[in-house]
Nanobody
Framework: QVRLVESGGGLVQAGGSLRLSCTATGYIFRINSMGWYRQAPEKQRELVATITSGGLTNYADSVKGRFTISRDNAKNTVYLQMNSLTPEDTAVYYC???????????????WGQGTQVTVSS
């Protein structure tokens, strides 16, 4: 079993910044991709950014140039630095990871519990 613990959400004014963190713990043999998704009220969950174990990144068009995803493989942690935030970024942000388990060496997806990000105008 793998657990994801997120932190760093909160309330910020438009134009401000926040940094989200997510650490994976448990029976981990290898972490493949890690990333962040978000879900605003009455909207579907959408990709924000992902990063591979080798550091290749992918961003939603809406956050390119404002958000930066990074990871510390030694700490099994992924970060999301969010700058120039707008009210449209308000959502619950979910951490995601694709992991090879150390018990059965099967690959599975895991999600965090979500952290609220609210941007006021």
């Amino acid at each position: 079993q793998v657990r994801l613990v997120e932190s760093g959400g909160g309330l910020v004014q438009a134009g401000g910044s926040l940094r989200l963190s997510c650490t994976a713990t448990g029976y981990i043999f290898r972490i493949n991709s890690m990333g962040w998704y978000r879900q605003a009220p009455e909207k579907q969950r959408e990709l924000v950014a992902t990063i591979t174990s080798g550091g290749l990144t992918n961003y939603a068009d809406s956050v390119k140039g404002r958000f930066t995803i990074s990871r510390d493989n030694a700490k099994n942690t992924v970060y999301l630095q969010m700058n120039s935030l707008t009210p449209e970024d308000t959502a619950v942000y979910y951490c995601y990871t694709n992991v090879v388990g150390s018990r059965n060496f099967q690959t599975s997806d895991y999600w965090g519990q979500g952290t609220q990000v609210t941007v006021s105008s």
